[in-house]
C-alpha cells in the first residue's frame, strides 16, 4: 500500500509565517492563508496565538502589522502581517 504524503503541520505554521513576512500579495490573500492555517491549528488543538511583525522585520516599505509610537500605543496597519505560535 501507498503511503500517503501530507504536510506536517510546523512546516506549514513556517510556510504561513513566510509567506506573511516576505508577501507582496493583497492583504486579502495573506487572510486566506491566515484562516486556512487557524484552521488546521483549531483542528488540531495546537493553536497559541499569533504575535504582528513589525517594520524591522519586513522588507523597506512593507506595512507593517503593528507600530508602537513612543508613548507605547499600539496601531495595526496590516492586521495580516502576522506570525503564528505552535502549542507543543
Known amino acids: 500500500m501507498k503511503r500517503r504524503r501530507t ?3 510546523i512546516a506549514l ?13 493583497s492583504a486579502n ?7 486556512l492555517l487557524e484552521a488546521a491549528l483549531m483542528a488540531r488543538n495546537a493553536y ?7 517594520a524591522s522585520q519586513l522588507a ?3 506595512s507593517p502589522g503593528i507600530r508602537t509610537d513612543a508613548e507605547g500605543n499600539n496601531t495595526f496597519p496590516d492586521e495580516t502581517r502576522r ?3 505552535v502549542a507543543r
Open 7 to 9: 504536510i506536517e503541520l
Open 13 to 25: 505554521v513556517e510556510e504561513v509565517n513566510r509567506r506573511n513576512r516576505e508577501s507582496t500579495v
Open 29 to 35: 490573500v495573506r487572510q486566506g492563508w491566515n484562516s
Open 48 to 54: 497559541a496565538g499569533f504575535g504582528y511583525y513589525d
Open 60 to 62: 523597506e516599505g512593507m
Open 83 to 85: 506570525f503564528y505560535y
